[in-house]
């Protein structure tokens, strides 16, 4: 007979909330305070709960420790409960910051690098695991098992913390951060695949060739689900999400359900869940499509408070008072030590020997991958809830993860001064001062919306090279959009057809939608978490003074709820964007226009930055002595400088020039025609105050005017 449903006790789950209370407060607030001392938010927000456990608060004062510390067995379950959810939510945001290319540029390092300190720091782990007295262990039957838990304990490397230190040193940009990351996210990926045949066998009654090979076999059918039909899953759903539904947050939830259907499968296949976690964060963090934002909002959640929660509760299961006894101390040191030097020395011979690296960059690895921080804490909870570790081994893992990753910080700084920034790295540092509020970085998807033209039209095929150029710069997904109406279908769809063969080698879906209020329904589009709208312009002028090129265009560029690009002129099929000028003012559309001017222009062209001074008559009664005009002058030049800079760091031949007249747009204009330009880009932003598009005069007589096609950034 089936159980009734019932809930917890009134004050079970009393507890619970003044547990989460306490917890999330003071793993935050300690977590502010070791950042502020130069040491991992983890550190601190695992001391939060050894303080008010057993260590301290709760051993000093019994009557506070039934507060904190679980009383009864729902108790603590529920705990076990919400601390589970900080470990899913932990190794999601691991598994999305995964950059599988990375990983593939960096190869030879990164493999040579992961597979010596795996190999290195695993043996030792072995030899531990067997040198620790009977005893000490929860099964000595199982000292296999137990010796592979703590194998993998020191094989790993804890990617966040990593992180986390190499952006507080600066080099996250570096080659040398770049590689280190390639390399912990390999050693993470073997990490978790060992946990899961380790977790299974620990399940099992015991170790034989046939359950290691059931192990193995499980995890081997859920890799092999999770990269072929599962990442076929994962994109449609992600898919029909974005295209098919409207509400707020839609990605969010839906990463979180995959998230949790994930988990349940590695469960289910007797895979320790984290495992289903961690692998769906890299199949979602491949969809190019994939906005930032939910992933930014999951990243807020996840770290901000699941995961200080999940750090606190390991904390309460932390008894350093026991850990001072005599022998418990001496093995606690012992594997710090030991997890330090194998690290250094696997990853120093991988690095050197099968990457060829110089001694300084070889050693800067086993620096940075030492720190063992939240996953070493995770493989321990997991050891400790499947009874594999006992109490005092379990907080003698946690103090060893927590004390290499304040290690890792002080070896790395001490490395990295033997090691200087090669001009490559310089370059990137520089590209992410001068343009730190990048448009394109963010774009993921553009929207094209189109109009049904007969066949055999030019029509879109500027738009077409655009996009091209785009894509070769920041990969994006485009998606080409026609309304019509229902008796007219067909035609848009056979019309979309044609115009998508313009659009090769690009990733292009189609969509057409029935109407007939068409600006309604071309936002209610881009409201999808679309990064950019293109627009093509028509090249005749409105012959009305309401309208500037047709309602249609002119509602969009108002209203878009994401940045524009609008696209002005006819070019015929060989076209292509070889000299570009760049007009800017110095504000910050300008600059975003500039970025997307060098992406047009390519590695192949040339982009030629003009910035005019405007000199009116009346300055001259006001300025007489030319100081405030040459002051101008001066600020253009530097601006002008800086996107010359920027253009040049991304690989595009770039000139500055900086010219004072009285009519910027014919200096425009005639400079344009001059240099014999195949594209002038300008910027804009465009204020939705007005029932009119108004995009000021300048910017309207450069369109009406220019002697080639324009591109208009509004952003």
């Known amino acids: 007979m089936t159980q009734p449903f019932s809930a917890a006790s009134h004050h079970d789950i009393l507890v619970l909330l003044v547990q989460i209370a306490l917890l999330l407060l003071t793993a935050r607030a300690l977590g502010e305070l070791a950042q502020r001392l130069g040491q991992p938010t983890v550190v601190g927000e695992l001391l939060a709960g050894i303080i008010l456990g057993p260590s301290v608060l709760s051993g000093l004062l019994p009557a506070l420790g039934q507060w904190i510390i679980p009383q009864t067995p729902v108790q603590g379950y529920l ?150 039909l599962g990442r076929w899953l994962v994109e449609r759903a992600v898919g029909f999400v974005q295209d098919g539904l409207t509400g707020r947050d839609r990605i969010l939830a839906l990463m979180v359900v995959l998230m949790f259907a994930w988990s349940a499968f590695a469960q289910a296949l007797n895979i320790e869940s984290v495992l289903g976690a961690f692998v769906v964060g890299i199949l979602l963090g491949q969809i190019r499509t994939l906005p930032p934002e939910p992933v930014h909002t999951l990243e807020r959640i996840a770290l901000g408070v699941f995961a200080p929660i999940f750090f606190a509760v390991a904390g309460l299961k932390v008894n350093l008072v026991r850990l001072f006894e005599p022998r418990l101390l001496v093995i606690t040191i012992g594997l710090i030590i030991v997890a330090t030097v194998a690290k250094v020395v696997g990853t120093y011979l991988g690095a050197r020997y099968v990457g060829g690296r110089d001694h300084w960059s070889a050693l800067s690895f086993g620096a940075g991958l030492t720190a063992r921080g939240a996953i070493g804490i995770i493989v321990a909870s997991v050891g400790l809830s499947l009874g594999i570790l006992n109490q005092d081994i379990f907080s003698v893992i946690v103090v060893m993860s927590v004390g290499t990753s304040m290690i890792a910080p002080v070896m790395l700084r001490w490395v990295l001064k033997h090691l200087e920034a090669t001009p490559d790295e310089l370059m990137r540092q520089r590209q992410q001062e001068l343009n730190p509020h990048s448009l394109l970085a963010n774009t993921r998807r553009v929207l094209v919306p189109v109009r049904v033209k007969s066949e055999g039209s030019p029509y879109a095929l500027i738009e077409a090279r655009i996009l091209e150029r785009l894509n070769a710069r920041v990969q994006v997904s485009a998606t080409l959009l026609s309304v019509a109406r229902p008796e007219n279908r067909s035609e848009a769809a056979a019309f979309l057809d044609r115009l998508a063969a313009r659009f090769s080698g690009q990733s292009i879906s189609k969509k057409v939608v029935t109407g007939d209020n068409t600006g309604g329904l071309i936002l209610d589009e881009a409201q999808k978490d679309y990064g950019l709208m293109l627009i093509g312009a028509p090249q005749a002028a409105s012959s009305s003074t309401e309208v500037l090129f047709t309602p249609i265009v002119d509602f969009l560029m108002r209203t878009s709820p994401c940045p524009t690009l609008l696209v002005r002129g006819s070019v015929d099929e060989d076209w292509s964007p070889r000299r570009v000028l760049i007009a800017s003012n110095g504000s910050t559309a300008s600059k975003r226009a500039a970025e997307v001017g060098f992406a047009l222009a390519g590695t192949e062209g040339e982009a030629v930055i003009l910035q005019v001074v405007e000199r009116s008559t009346t300055d001259f009664q006001f300025d007489s002595s030319g100081e405030l005009f040459q002051r101008q002058m001066t600020i253009a030049e530097h601006g002008a400088d800086d996107l010359r800079e920027l253009g040049e760091i991304q690989g595009v031949t770039t000139s500055a020039e900086v010219r004072g007249h009285r009519s910027p747009d014919q200096t425009i204009i005639d400079r344009a025609r001059e240099l014999g330009a195949d594209l002038i880009v300008l910027g804009t932003s465009v204020s939705v105050g007005s029932d009119r598009l108004y995009l000021g005069p300048r910017v309207e007589r450069i369109l009406a005017n220019a002697p080639c096609p324009v591109v208009v950034v509004n952003s």
Request: net charge negative; no cysteine; hydrophobic share 60%.
């Open 79 to 228: 705990l076990e409960v919400i601390s589970l959810l900080g470990a899913l939510f932990l190794l999601l945001i691991t598994g999305l910051e995964m950059d599988l290319g990375l990983i593939r540029r960096q190869a030879r390092t990164a493999i040579g690098v992961s597979i010596g300190g795996v190999t290195v720091s695993f043996i030792a782990g072995i030899l531990i695991g067997y040198l620790i007295p009977d005893d000490l262990l929860a099964a000595p039957e199982a000292r296999f098992v137990f010796a592979l838990f703590v194998a993998i304990s020191l094989a790993i490397s804890a990617i966040p913390v990593v992180a986390k230190v190499l952006m507080d040193l600066g080099v996250i940009r570096r080659t040398i951060g770049q590689t280190i990351i390639a390399a912990g996210m390999i050693d993470d990926t073997i990490g978790w695949i060992l946990l899961s045949i380790v977790s299974g066998l620990a399940a099992g009654e015991a170790v034989t060739a046939g359950t290691l090979l059931a192990s193995v076999g499980e995890v081997a059918i859920f890799m092999g689900f999770s990269f072929t």
